[in-house]
């Protein structure tokens, strides 16, 4: 299939309008806001939604719009085309029409952040980088040290000293250079400067443009999934906010292309009330996020005081309607059971913010019943069986004790 063999990117573009080359790796401030763009008139002619079905059942059936010099040689995992789960008994109980989970916790390293590497990983590969960079709160440390193993770059990871032992198993089993720091708040610096000493590339968030690619197949199959329509709202759990910028980036490709029509969804983002700088700017109509002073949160994502993507994330929800709502992290462990129980999918905690985050936008009159949502099940609760409730049961000798 001609299309699946082509990728369109033209450039990649900062919020200033000025033009980089793709085919040079760039890491930036996230101020500058670099994007990658494509020739979306020669997509337009050349492929339709129907090429895209024929593709692989990976996120690589997007290759067109994924910036990759050749789709026929990157490095893939099995990543993405992860199903949206229709939950029933959860809409019922919500009184909503309809509710579908996007569970990305079938993932090769159990969480979304495999998009994000599994593309960037592969450009770099392209580009000829050796050496990689970046503080992550654990997932996509994990993550990036596995897709880096196989194609041999190196990943330098610095997670916090909490980070989930799942995280940590990754980065130690593929032998990947790995540090601690207990002090989260200057992770970001720590690895700017090792890497301007070092002359490795800052794959920090938002810094380079090809993560935000991979995650933005998260939208493409949102869309794909829904039969090419939109739903009206979507859930995120937001830490840096890559992930939700990304999913508009494909919904705002897709609308160009002429594959989706309407409006674009509203986007509701949750987080810990231990570390909410979105929900707190918000709340207090800024445009741009405060730092976060001390942080509260459970091991995991969403550890992100002074979120990369703030500004971008805020202005989204200001563009296309939508809100922050802050979580305990109780009412988030006790989500994970009510996602269990009701519909069979073990989330971990940080997306189990979502259900709560919907619960609460209905209380407040945000969600209306007729209309159709998308919580973005970013990981599996197999990260962070560490960080809930341990599991007991009945040790029996007889068959008589077994009951149902
Ligand atoms: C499981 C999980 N969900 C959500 C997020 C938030 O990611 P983003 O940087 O896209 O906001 C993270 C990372 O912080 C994470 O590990």
């Not at 670099?34 to 059942?57: F, K, N, T």
Request: proline share 7%; glycine share 10%; with cysteine.
């Amino acid at each position: 299939m001609k299309s699946h063999n082509m990728t369109y990117l033209t450039c990649i573009e900062g919020a200033d309008g000025k033009r980089l080359d793709p085919k040079v790796p760039h890491s930036v401030s996230p101020s500058a806001e670099l994007r990658a763009r494509y020739d979306l008139d020669r997509i337009r002619r050349e492929v339709s939604p129907r090429d895209i079905a024929q593709g692989p059942a990976t996120l690589w059936r997007y290759a067109p719009l994924l910036p990759v010099e050749n789709p026929q040689r990157v490095l893939s995992l099995g990543e993405g085309y992860t199903p949206l789960l229709p939950a029933r008994r959860l809409a019922r109980k919500l009184g909503l029409a309809e509710l579908a989970l996007k569970d990305e916790g079938r993932n090769p390293s159990g969480t979304f952040k495999d998009r994000g590497a599994a593309v960037a990983v592969s450009c770099y590969a392209e580009l000829g980088v050796k050496t990689v960079a970046h503080n992550s709160s654990g997932n996509a440390g994990g993550s990036w040290s596995l897709y880096a193993a196989r194609t041999g770059l190196t990943c330098v990871n610095l997670l916090p000293t909490d980070v989930q032992p799942a995280s940590l198993q990754h980065c130690r089993a593929t032998g990947q250079p790995t540090y601690l720091t207990e002090n989260w708040h200057e992770a970001g610096r720590l690895i700017a400067e090792a890497c301007e000493r070092n002359g490795w590339l800052n794959i920090c968030t938002l810094r380079e443009p090809y993560r935000l690619e991979g995650k933005k197949t998260m939208g493409l199959e949102i869309a794909e999934q829904s039969g090419w329509k939109m739903p009206d709202a979507v859930f995120y759990p937001m830490g840096g906010g890559l992930g939700a910028i990304a999913i508009w980036k494909a919904f705002d490709e897709l609308r160009q292309l002429g594959w989706v029509e309407g409006k674009l969804p509203r986007l509701y983002v949750t987080q810990y009330e231990g570390c909410a700088p979105a929900v707190k700017a918000f709340e207090e109509g800024r445009a741009e996020c405060a730092p976060w002073g001390r942080i509260d949160i459970p091991p995991g994502g969403l550890k992100s005081p002074n979120p990369p993507g703030g500004r971008a994330v805020l202005k989204l929800i200001r563009e296309h309607g939508g809100g922050a709502v802050a979580v305990a992290t109780d009412e988030a462990l006790a989500a994970i059971d009510e996602l269990a129980r009701e519909e069979g999918v073990f989330a971990c905690p940080e997306s189990a913010t979502t259900l709560v985050g919907l619960r609460k936008a209905i209380a407040r009159g945000w969600i209306a019943p007729h209309e159709r949502v998308v919580l973005v099940v970013t990981g599996s609760g197999l990260k962070s069986i560490p960080t809930l409730e341990k599991p007991s049961a009945l040790v029996v000798t007889t068959s008589d004790a077994i009951v149902a």
